[in-house]
């Protein structure tokens, strides 16, 4: 069944790119007006987010993300058969930031944000970076799917750890040598009341504290990566240092700052963010939280 469905999708990504986009295009705009997938979600996110903007201008945001998020999973595909002369083409990265920090010999952890496209931005690290390089993932629920997207993400030696056994399969790379490892950590806790609640759109929300936990652990630099699209299929990762310091950081500033820095790169193209995922789903309460707010 697996070499089945593999052989269908590395024939769907032979299709070219134009025709690739305009399924795309079908494909977003089913999601978004027949489907209506969580529409209302995006709309109360943005809400949120850009109080500020007309309903006008929050709906072309709205429909820019669509077209970026279904984009996103079409490209996915491509990837299984892109040729490297053609991928370099299409990415390009400030990478010798992370390359300058390989030759000071500490490991990097790499923040990231749900932004468009992430399989490039992996690629682009693995490819391109001297660090050997870890990712972790949250495994698919379909076996065969998940082994297809494992196949695609290690071409170029990426290692991967599932989310669900991070901390034994972690261990063993950590004590082996220097390592570069990628966190998008912008998603709900699986428990508000043992996250920071930090200021994200002038609302407390809670991140958790497992990144800055391993920062400090490991001493590991933190660097934070912006990925965005530059044109349709073309994308570029900046890379910027946060800090090769982490313990110099009081409890929870290191988050409040990777926190701050997102949101500007948030506002900077707001539909290359992954605005479907329901983000204010915790609420604030005083009694409970206090004591986890970190300004």
Request: no cysteine.
């Amino acid at each position: 069944m697996y070499l089945f469905i593999y052989i269908l999708v590395y024939l769907f990504s032979l299709l070219p790119w134009r025709l690739l986009y305009i399924i795309s295009d079908i494909i977003a705009l089913l999601l978004q007006h027949v489907l209506k997938y969580r529409v209302k979600v995006v709309a109360q996110n943005l809400a949120i987010a850009f109080p500020q903007k007309t309903a006008k201008e929050r709906q072309k945001i709205a429909n820019e993300f669509y077209q970026q998020f279904t984009d996103s999973f079409i490209e996915t595909f491509k990837l299984i058969s892109i040729s490297d002369k053609n991928f370099d083409k299409r990415f390009t990265s400030n990478v010798e930031v992370l390359n300058k920090l390989y030759a000071t010999g500490q490991s990097v952890q790499i923040m990231a944000g749900h932004f468009f496209n992430w399989e490039f931005a992996n690629w682009g690290v693995a490819k391109f970076g001297k660090y050997p390089f870890i990712a972790v993932y949250m495994p698919l629920s379909n076996p065969y799917f998940n082994k297809i997207i494992l196949k695609l993400r290690m071409r170029f030696g990426s290692i991967m750890i599932p989310a669900t056994n991070f901390k034994t399969q972690f261990h063993k790379y950590a004590t082996q040598g220097i390592y570069a490892m990628a966190l998008a950590a912008d998603q709900n806790p699986g428990n508000p009341l043992s996250a920071y609640w930090v200021p994200f759109f002038g609302r407390l929300t809670p991140f958790v504290k497992g990144p800055e936990k391993g920062a400090l652990l490991n001493n590991t630099a933190q660097v934070f990566v912006h990925f965005y699209r530059v044109k349709r299929g073309y994308y570029h990762s900046e890379y910027e240092v946060m800090t090769t310091s982490p313990n110099y950081f009081k409890d929870g500033q290191l988050t409040a700052l990777y926190v701050k820095i997102l949101e500007e790169k948030i506002k900077a193209k707001p539909a290359n963010y992954l605005w479907s995922h329901r983000r204010w789903r915790y609420e604030y309460d005083a009694k409970q939280h206090e004591k986890l707010v970190v300004h």
